[in-house]
């Protein structure tokens, strides 16, 4: 049975980050975007403090959790104006498939860097022609006596220009029957032949975003991670807990916004009376805080569930709850907007630059569509579209 009502340690470990969060807050992350810099000053004393891998192996030099836990770190840095992106990319992702399916070399290489932050490492998944559709992936490895050679170019990579080395999702011809099935390797950034070029986004985050190509990378053969044959088992590892994270970013996203409007409609006085005495007012903000408590209970069901190792189940939960977050962010954010009128898209509240970020939550890393797909035929049964 999944208890709804989270345990004392859960609800120390978010009032801890809470407080961490708010010595840094919206301002910091405005100024470090604003500078061209990433928030490394958060980035190190949230490692230092054991959050950034606390969901990875204590023999590791992680904290023993799961995404539970790590999930609760990055909706509370979001909900203080501060989230930091690269934790759904190196500890959720990187992390997991190397302590599910690494080799002891690449646990004891890797683990203990992602998990205090002093190493980070990207994922690469999406293409221009496949967007996350695995099946047609065209990034290929083909052995070369003891190596593998890879070719390929990604899309749409956060974090390369910051990142030690990316976990690229390629595909490898199976011998027996031909067909190509998706493998994972670990690709050091100074390795030849592996290129990145910056994406220019009208989207402003600290995050920069890239186009990598691969031009016959030459890999040894410890540079894959897990089992060739595993295909997208593997891959769906690091996929859920993508999903899972996303959904804590955009509740904390959303969170951050309510509060900002919470606090303006107490204060705000027109006719006497402060504007969220008005139900029009105070009504919205309600159904958008209702929202986001849903999207978090569900976000909780797919972090436990995948905890348990029941992968299946987590699937269908993750993709519910990264829906509902992404939709909740949106409404808490438009509405956080509308609260302050004129104000709300000023510098001085910090609002307006996340109109365009809260959409990221219904587009990446799956977009709404793509999950109303898999719950129609996984879920409901009915028949594909495609």
């Not at 993709?319 to 000023?346: F, S």
Request: glycine share 10%; with cysteine; charged share 20%.
């Amino acid at each position: 049975m999944t208890s709804v009502i989270e345990s004392e340690e859960h609800r120390a470990l978010r009032s801890a980050v809470a407080a961490l969060g708010g010595r840094y807050g919206r301002d910091y992350l405005t100024r470090t975007i604003a500078d061209g810099r990433h928030p490394t000053e958060l980035w190190s004393e949230a490692g230092a403090l054991g959050y950034l891998g606390v969901n990875l192996p204590e023999e590791y030099g992680g904290g023993g959790g799961g995404i539970a836990e790590l999930s609760i770190v990055l909706e509370e840095l979001g909900a203080a104006g501060s989230p930091l992106l690269m934790l759904v990319v190196s500890p959720a992702i990187c992390g997991t498939v190397i302590s599910r399916f690494g080799t002891h070399e690449q646990k004891r290489a890797w683990l203990p860097g992602l998990a205090d932050g002093t190493r980070t490492m990207a994922f690469g998944i999406t293409e221009p022609d496949a967007g996350s559709n695995s099946h047609r992936i065209t990034t290929t490895a083909r052995r070369d006596g003891a190596d593998w050679l890879l070719t390929g170019r990604k899309v749409f990579v956060s974090g390369v220009d910051q990142a030690d080395a990316t976990l690229i999702v390629g595909r490898t011809e199976d011998a027996r029957t031909g067909t190509l099935k998706p493998c994972l390797f670990i690709v050091p950034r100074d390795t030849e032949g592996f290129s990145r070029h910056p994406i220019d986004m009208e989207l402003t985050a600290a995050e920069k975003q890239f186009e990598l190509v691969l031009d016959d990378v030459r890999l040894p053969a410890q540079a894959l991670v897990g089992d060739e044959d595993a295909g997208l088992l593997q891959l769906f590892a690091g996929l859920n807990p993508e999903r899972i994270m996303t959904a804590a970013f955009a509740i904390g996203m959303g969170r951050y916004a309510l509060a900002r409007a919470v606090a303006y409609a107490r204060e705000r006085t027109v006719w006497k009376s402060p504007i969220g005495a008005h139900q029009a007012v105070a009504h919205p903000l309600a159904q958008a805080h209702i929202s986001l408590e849903l999207a978090r209970l569900m976000m909780q069901k797919a972090a436990r569930l995948y905890d348990a190792g029941d992968d299946a189940g987590a699937g269908e939960a993750a993709n519910m709850a990264k829906y509902a977050a992404g939709e909740a962010c949106v409404q808490a954010v438009d509405q956080a907007v509308h609260t302050l009128g004129g104000n709300g898209l000023t510098r001085e509240f910090g609002l307006a630059s996340l109109v365009t970020a809260a959409r990221v939550a219904r587009i990446a890393p799956v977009s709404r569509e793509m999950i109303l797909n898999y719950v129609s035929h996984q879920t409901l049964g009915l028949p594909k579209s495609y």
